[in-house]
């Protein structure tokens, strides 16, 4: 008998011929009311893309990230030289220069302020979640591929890195664009499309280099080993398009490598000794952690589907054994990744960002088995939601703890940030409670309000910091005093790297005797810098049109020296001064 194809995809035999027109019209029945429908997903998208970049530039950019990427893409856009990466007027080798590159070009051609800044970050995020939901339909069928970027897209981790301006976005979306490409190239049917998949996977795995290193091309490698060890298939090695894929690798990483190497010969000891092999291997950065490091992270980061991990991991191990199976691959990309950053000595919420998409791909493949063919949701899922609709309930009783640790003048901005969690934890208790009463009626719908809830919840909370990232950033000190610093004044920064107000002030600055992150910069142009406090003070006296920022406790270690300077302004965090002579200096 025929085979019948229902909404998940899978296949069963036809009934005998007396009850075929009966089930074929039941059947029938059954894909329409479970179907999706393109002009609601079209809608939902438009949404959640206005929601998504439209709250960009409610937030001001804060420490130390977001200042820092955001600076070294303005001293790129004003000196020209797009090779040399500098910030605040070093050198600085640590990354390599593709979103500072991106983020340029937008401050070129949107000007500079903070949602260019986020750009970059929220369109490759943003382009990820529609890449999941493709690769879901490719490798699975159309719903699990809808659901897939449902659960990517209301990932809560996933949501906030996707609107904070570091790196950690933008390598992930090359690195799971490779894992997607690989993915499509491995279950093409087409020889021609198979090629062009795995010649796409080696191009974007040179953008990942691009983005933050030798871990853009790492990461994929030691996965597919992973995959081939566990599952005993080496042919696969055959169909990499290894000689032809590595040209092209080469051909888009190589050049700026080149370029910076000549005119910065100090370049390679420290970009690959440095920040590679010590980075995983020292301590150097002082950013160690246990070895449970992320297991909160990633409970956190995917809190609305980490229930459906073990269902997810349980089905692809089942189905290994397929002469290639996409669930074990990306089971393997989970995991892999999750325990190298484990185990490395260096550790920072972000590196984990990259095993979301995966598990997006694995739940929602998960979700639509569960949906099966009457698209409805069991009793443990009507569970979950009610669950989560109690726990927003419960939140509500711990909103006093906000702020209990918080500075002295910074209290008045913890209680404007409870609002705002307020309104999340609503969002999430009234989504979450519609989802439980759909969950036996419509069982896309209960999960796509689900999503929503989460969705809500994390981009209100999330938006909502500039309560509390306001002071941190420097921009209202700035504001006050921008106009009244001219424009070629020597600007030293006393024992403290600022990476916000370099940006917002648009200029760089001296640093003095703590050079912090800066000092391979400092070491390859000491005469661009003030080792010492003395020399400073020296300096200075001479100086006498300079401007400094400080910690306020540095200032009154100053003052009570009868350091010769006059205060401009100071908020809680920074004081700006200047040479008592500066005053007849002229814009």
């Keep these: 008998l025929p085979d019948i194809q229902h909404p998940s995809g899978r296949r069963t035999t036809g009934p005998a011929s007396s009850d075929r027109g009966a089930h074929l019209m039941q059947f029938g029945q059954i894909r329409q009311s479970s179907a999706l429908h393109p002009g609601k997903i079209l809608l939902l998208v438009i949404i959640y893309g206005l929601l998504w970049f439209g709250t960009l530039n409610y937030r001001h950019l804060i420490p130390s990230d977001e200042g820092r990427y955001a600076e070294i893409a303005r001293e790129m856009l004003v000196t020209g030289d797009w090779v040399t990466p500098r910030y605040n007027g070093y050198k600085y080798f640590e990354k390599p220069p593709l979103q500072a590159w991106a983020t340029a070009a937008a401050f070129q051609v949107f000007g500079i302020g903070d949602w260019q800044a986020r750009l970059w970050t929220a369109l490759t995020g943003f382009l990820t979640i529609l890449l999941v939901g493709f690769t879901g339909t490719r490798i699975y069928n159309a719903r699990a591929g809808w659901l897939a970027a449902v659960v990517l897209a209301s990932s809560p981790m996933w949501v906030i890195s996707g609107h904070f301006n570091s790196l950690d976005m933008g390598l992930s979306a090359f690195l799971v664009a490779a894992l997607c490409s690989l993915l499509m190239a491995q279950t093409s049917h087409n020889k021609n499309g198979c090629r062009n998949w795995m010649w796409a996977c080696w191009a974007f795995m040179a953008l990942a280099t691009l983005s933050k290193g030798v871990i853009g091309v790492a990461i994929p490698a030691m996965v597919f080993i992973a995959y081939s060890i566990s599952t005993w298939d ?96 990306l089971v393997c990309w989970f995991v892999v990744i999750f325990a190298f950053f484990s185990v490395s000595r260096s550790k920072l919420p972000g590196y984990i960002i990259p095993v979301f998409p995966a ?75 519609y989802a439980a009463w759909q969950s036996k009626r419509n069982g896309i719908q209960s999960i796509v309000s689900f999503a929503c809830g989460f969705f809500l919840c994390a981009i209100i909370a999330g938006t909502g910091h500039e309560t509390l990232g306001r002071a941190v950033s420097g921009i209202d000190l700035v504001e006050r005093v921008k106009a009244s610093i001219p424009e070629k004044v020597n600007f030293y920064s006393v024992r403290l790297l600022d990476h916000t107000v370099p940006f917002y002030l648009g200029r760089t600055m001296i640093m003095v005797e703590s050079p912090d992150e800066l000092e391979f910069g400092v070491k390859q142009e000491p005469e661009l810098w003030m080792p010492t406090l003395d020399a400073f003070i020296t300096r200075w006296k001479e100086d006498q049109t300079a401007y400094a920022i400080m910690v306020p406790e540095q200032f009154d270690a100053l003052q009570a020296q009868n350091f010769p300077m006059q205060e401009v302004d100071r908020d809680s965090r920074r004081v700006i001064v200047k040479h008592p002579d500066a005053s007849n200096v002229t814009q």
């Excluded at 991991?313 to 397929?322: L, S």
Aim: proline share 5%.
């Design 234 to 329: 080496w042919k696969i090695w055959t169909r990499l398009r290894l000689f032809s894929g590595t040209i092209l690798f080469l051909a888009i990483t190589a050049p700026w490598f080149v370029l910076v190497a000549q005119r910065n010969p100090e370049f390679l000891e420290f970009f690959f000794i440095h920040e590679h092999l010590q980075r995983f291997t020292q301590d150097a950065h002082s950013r160690t952690g246990p070895i449970y490091y992320f297991v909160p992270l990633l409970l956190i980061g995917l809190l609305p589907w980490f229930l459906q991990i073990p269902g997810a991991i349980a089905q692809a191990w089942r189905e290994r054994r397929r002469e290639f199976s996409a669930g074990w691959l």
């Design 359 to 433: 598990l997006a791909l694995l739940i929602g493949n998960r979700l639509d088995r569960l949906l099966g063919h009457t698209n409805t949701m069991a009793l443990p899922w009507k569970l979950q939601t009610i669950g989560f609709s109690i726990l927003g309930c419960i939140g509500f009783f711990f909103l006093d703890t906000i702020g209990k640790q918080a500075r002295p003048d910074e209290i008045n901005a913890y209680a404007q940030y409870t609002y705002w969690v307020i309104a999340a934890l609503v969002a999430l208790i009234i989504f979450s409670a």
